[in-house]
């Protein structure tokens, strides 16, 4: 787990700044949940045979003795809020939220264990049009901020029915090759064979290959669907491939699944992923509801866009003040300015000092000028302006037209 410095939190700002922007264009709202569930909760969405739910959740028991878990991902937690509130039935959502998540995982590049995700949730909606616009969504995003170098993989799932006689050929494939499987496949082969499929263990590669796919499955209705998904992705533009071997590490998901990938952080190079989950609120208690989303994780996609960025933190303008005086009178005239110039980032100087002192700060907070008020510009009424940042003269401004003058020099 990690702290999130000052000199970082502008970064993340930018990143988060342009989340919200993009959901916006799309008509989508914020809904926020508690970061403490009931285990129950993830144990009957994620899968109780998921590594998620065996080797990675943070559960614990409360003084009543009820099992909670800190929430390891948003879906359930949106599906159960939408449920609980009256959200989801014969309603059409468009959701998002952001926030903490924690997974006790190896860490590696971009992954911690608090790791902070943005996750879209979308209700009502069981047309292949609506995937299509999750991903036109994630591709503007990127587009914004700067990134052209991810691959889109998309695969169908089909329906529970069609997984299920897939899942025995799986099996039965698997086994005839079981001297051929590392530890972990063994495990799965018989809890959540289609988990082998997105090994990344290289000597398993030639054998995952080989093995059946689940589109020689799929039901007619998963096949129309999925074959839609790819002319409205082609008639926009967007290249994608499609992955076979695409299954996602949750249960809960059915028919499309996609992922963006990049090969610039390691061996875990995914940096959003979703798809539909349309039996969820079913699973969850709720009537049967149509749902599709996607979560993309914020250290990941910082840690490809960061040296790209350029935050605007630093103060237009640092106030130093000499004296009790201009201490009084220069408090109120920051407020005013704040008040008359949109977008001003100015700081003043407390704690006092002399002028020497307070220069020396104003020039290391990366102000571009400094406002300067001693005793004789409160005789005068006017502010000193010293540029910190250009080769001009100082010069001397009427306080009464100072924000004007400040709104001119930030145009």
């Known amino acids: 787990m990690k702290d999130i410095l000052p000199q970082d939190t502008p970064y ?74 009256g959200l ?30 943005v996750g879209v949730e979308t209700f009502g909606m069981a047309g292949a049009d609506l995937d299509a616009e999750l991903i036109l969504l994630t591709a503007r995003l990127w587009k914004k901020l700067g990134l052209d170098d991810l691959e889109l993989q998309i695969n169908s799932l089909g329906t529970a029915e069609a997984r299920a006689v897939y899942r025995m ?34 000597d398993m590669r030639p054998l995952v290959e080989a093995a059946p796919k689940l589109t020689e499955y799929l039901d007619d209705e998963s096949r129309e669907h999925f074959a839609t998904l790819c002319g409205l992705l082609d008639a926009a533009n967007i290249r994608y491939v499609i992955n076979p071997c695409l299954v996602r590490g949750l249960d809960y998901y059915s028919r499309t699944v996609f992922e963006w990938v990049t090969d610039r952080l390691g061996a875990q190079g995914t940096v959003c992923a979703g798809g539909r989950f349309d039996g969820l609120v079913e699973q969850l208690g709720g009537k049967p509801v149509p749902a599709a989303g996607f979560a993309l994780g914020l ?48 700081m003043t100087h407390c704690g006092g000092g002399s002028f020497k002192s307070q220069f020396k700060k104003a020039d290391r907070s990366g102000a571009r000028i ?27 401004v009427a306080q009464d037209v100072l924000a004007e003058w400040m709104t001119g020099l930030l145009a």
């Not at 099996?171 to 990344?200: C, G, W």
């Open 169 to 202: 050929q799986l099996v039965a494939y698997f086994e005839a090759h079981h001297s051929q499987l590392d530890e972990e496949s063994q495990r799965r082969l018989l809890s959540n064979p289609m988990r082998i499929l997105d090994t990344k263990n290289p």
């Open 12 to 85: 993340w700002q930018c990143v988060e700044s342009s989340v919200r922007e993009v959901l916006a264009a799309y008509g989508y709202e914020e809904i926020r949940f508690p970061i403490v569930e009931k285990t129950e909760l993830f144990k009957r969405s994620i899968g109780e045979v998921t590594d998620i739910v065996e080797k990675e959740m943070y559960t614990f028991e409360d003084r009543n003795g009820d099992s909670l878990t800190l929430r390891p991902e948003g879906t359930a937690c949106c599906v159960r809020t939408g449920i609980q509130q």
């Open 88 to 117: 989801l039935y014969n309603q059409v959502q468009r959701l998002w939220y952001m926030g903490p998540m924690f997974r006790h995982e190896r860490p590696q590049k971009g992954r911690y264990r608090q790791f902070h995700q």
């Open 299 to 346: 250290e990941r996609l910082l840690e490809l866009v960061r040296d790209n960025m350029q935050p605007q933190t630093a103060p237009h303008a640092y106030l130093v003040l000499m004296g009790a005086a201009s201490q009084q009178v220069g408090l109120v005239l920051a407020e005013q300015l704040r008040d008359k110039v949109p977008g001003l980032r100015l």
């Open 370 to 396: 400094a406002l300067v008020l001693g005793e004789n510009e409160l005789e005068t009424g006017r502010v000193g302006i010293k540029f910190l940042r250009e080769e001009r003269e100082q010069q001397a």
